[in-house]
């Protein structure tokens, strides 16, 4: 039975030649190994103020894989998403409950500085510093104490590289960053933030403002990230989740819903809620 | 009826129309009465003598006033020195650090310090200054005009400070900076034209202040050396001139008082130049 979730999976969508569909990698023979989990979170609570955003999340990432978070808008993906990094601790009043672990050492008692060296950050709207293009990704490098012009050079241009910019900006290191489009500086953004080289990157809805070629362009460069960065991503677009994503977490009301293999999610959630949203049915 | 009604409306309409016209006429008029006198009259006065002679002692006439022009600059130098990094540094705590009920006593307590008689501001600079060292001097000046800074400064520091959207700061956060890096190599750079334009027109605000440099500063007929003697400013130079009897010293207040107006329209127009080509860069 051909149900509109699997036709939505099917249907030709941008980039499918060049990104394997996510069908053929869950396809794969179950591992014998456990495998490594990254992040682990266990009964967090999020609070803003007295209202409580996050109800008892319980949910391990695994190392090098893209797990996506899907939901409506409020749910609290972004949320937990920030968590994650420690970022909400910039806003006042806020309060985190539970456990959460990095490599299983406590993230929530680590020095915050570190966390956020060691798990990356790429935002919503593109944030380039009014910098140039060279010293937006050396900011990372720089403000952790690196300062060598020769290893900052060959970080910056690696980053650039990995992020898929290079070609477009290598005559241009010195010329600010507000010159870039909209994707190149989403894109000068991710760079920025792997020129640390973070264990995890986070991505929150990295793509909602960008046309859908640059769109493209930042799905190729996550999937080819994967091999040696976990990612974690939130998006509002279920077939960029469904492309991307090899796990799969559905929020909503601040509650984790449903997690696990992207096909299983799209194709045979075990919850009614879930499937009324992948299938659109839901507000 | 209703025809009364809006005729009566009408007739009001026109009246506020007339009224607010003329209050907008007569307030450019006299702005342009006093630019215009103090034009005519100081350009007339002014001559090369002027900005390369000191003043002669009364009874003579010619000299000028290449003292009190150096005068100025040295207090103001001092008042920059002074107000500029407190007002910067309280104005950086104030937007990026402070909690809500501490910000908003601040701000109250800077507002007030904005609003305090300069000449009270003076007796401040008198007793902390003048008295322990027991003599008038540029630097006694200088703290006084600095200290007339401090709320300009610490408010458009905040002003523009915040003005940097937050997600510049979660973008140095997010790579690992801590909050101080997070400020001074982001958010301040960011802001950096508007807060230069800031303190420009805050010093050119306290260029022309007279009366706390009257028991500071004091004044001067001579050349002034180093930084702890008494020392003539341009404004207190006006006031000392334009109350003597001679008709030559008036016509010297009025070239001091153009050399002043002149010095102001330069910093303000240099620092609305410096804002043009900030948001300029940052549109791009």
């Not at chain 2, 950086?92 to 402070?98: K, R």
């Not at chain 2, 006593?105 to 008198?126: E, F, K, Q």
């Not at chain 2, 107006?261 to 804002?275: H, Y």
């Amino acid at each position: 039975m051909a149900t509109p979730h699997q036709q939505m999976l099917s249907e030709p969508s941008i980039g499918t030649s060049q990104i394997p569909p996510v069908a053929q990698a869950a396809a794969e023979p179950p591992k014998t190994a456990a495998p490594a989990y990254k992040l682990n979170s266990k009964n967090l609570n999020f609070f803003y103020g007295s209202f409580q955003a996050l109800h008892q999340i319980s949910i391990d990432i695994t190392s090098n894989k893209v797990t996506a978070f899907i939901g409506p808008s409020g749910c609290g993906k972004s949320t937990f998403l920030r968590t994650m990094n420690r970022m909400n601790e910039a806003l006042r009043n806020t309060r985190v409950e539970g456990d959460l672990r990095l490599d299983g050492a406590n993230l929530l008692e680590m020095d915050v500085t570190d966390v956020r060296r060691r798990v990356g950050m790429v935002f919503q709207k593109s944030n380039p510093f009014p910098k140039t293009i060279f010293d937006n990704v050396a900011y990372g490098l720089r403000v952790n104490g690196i300062h060598k012009k020769r290893v900052v050079e060959e970080a910056v241009e690696r980053s650039l590289d990995r992020a898929a910019l290079l070609t477009e900006v290598k005559d241009k290191l010195h010329k600010p960053a507000s010159a870039l489009s909209g994707g190149q500086q989403q894109r000068l953004c991710i760079a920025r933030a792997l020129a640390v080289e973070p264990e995890v990157l986070l991505l929150d809805e990295p793509c909602s403002a960008l046309d859908p070629i640059a769109t493209l362009k930042i799905e190729e460069l996550l999937f080819k990230l994967k091999n040696s960065t976990t990612i974690v991503i939130v998006t509002h677009n279920m077939q960029q989740a469904a492309r991307l994503a090899d796990y799969t977490g559905f929020f909503l009301m601040g509650k984790l819903i449903e997690f696990g293999d992207t096909r299983k999610i799209f194709q045979n959630p075990g919850v009614k809620a879930t499937e009324d949203y992948v299938t659109g049915r839901f507000g | 009826m209703m025809m009364e009604i809006s005729r009566r409306r009408k007739v009001i309409n026109a009246a506020m129309l007339s009224l607010s016209g003329i209050c907008t006429v007569l307030v450019i008029g006299v702005l342009f009465f006093i630019l215009g006198y103090l034009l005519w009259h100081g350009f007339r006065s002014l001559n090369w003598e002027f900005f390369t002679k000191l003043p002669k002692p009364s009874g003579e006439s010619g000299g000028g006033m290449a003292n009190a022009i150096v005068g100025s600059g040295k207090v103001l130098l001092v008042a920059t020195l002074i107000g500029v990094p407190l007002g910067f540094l309280a104005g950086v705590y104030l937007a990026e650090y402070s909690g809500k009920t501490f910000a908003f006593s601040l701000r109250y307590t800077v507002d007030l310090l904005n609003g305090v008689p300069s000449i009270v501001i003076g007796i401040v600079a008198y007793a902390l200054v003048v008295r322990p060292m027991g003599h008038f001097s540029a630097l006694a000046g200088g703290v006084a005009l600095g200290i007339m800074m401090i709320p300009i400064a610490v408010r458009t520091t905040e002003e523009f400070l915040r003005a940097v959207p937050n997600s510049l700061r979660e973008g140095a956060m997010a790579l690992g900076a801590t909050k101080a890096k997070t400020v001074f190599t982001v958010v301040v750079p960011a802001a950096i034209s508007g807060l230069a334009s800031g303190m420009m027109l805050n010093l050119a605000r306290v260029a022309g202040e007279t009366a706390p440099l009257l028991f500071t500063a004091l004044g001067n007929t001579f050349w002034s050396h180093g930084w702890l003697q008494p020392i003539a400013t341009l404004p207190v130079m006006i006031y000392n001139y334009a109350i003597a009897p001679e008709e030559d010293l008036h016509q010297q207040a009025w070239a001091a008082g153009f050399v002043l107006l002149a010095l102001v329209l330069v910093i303000n127009i240099t620092a609305r130049l410096i804002i043009a080509r900030g948001s300029a860069s940052s549109r791009r």
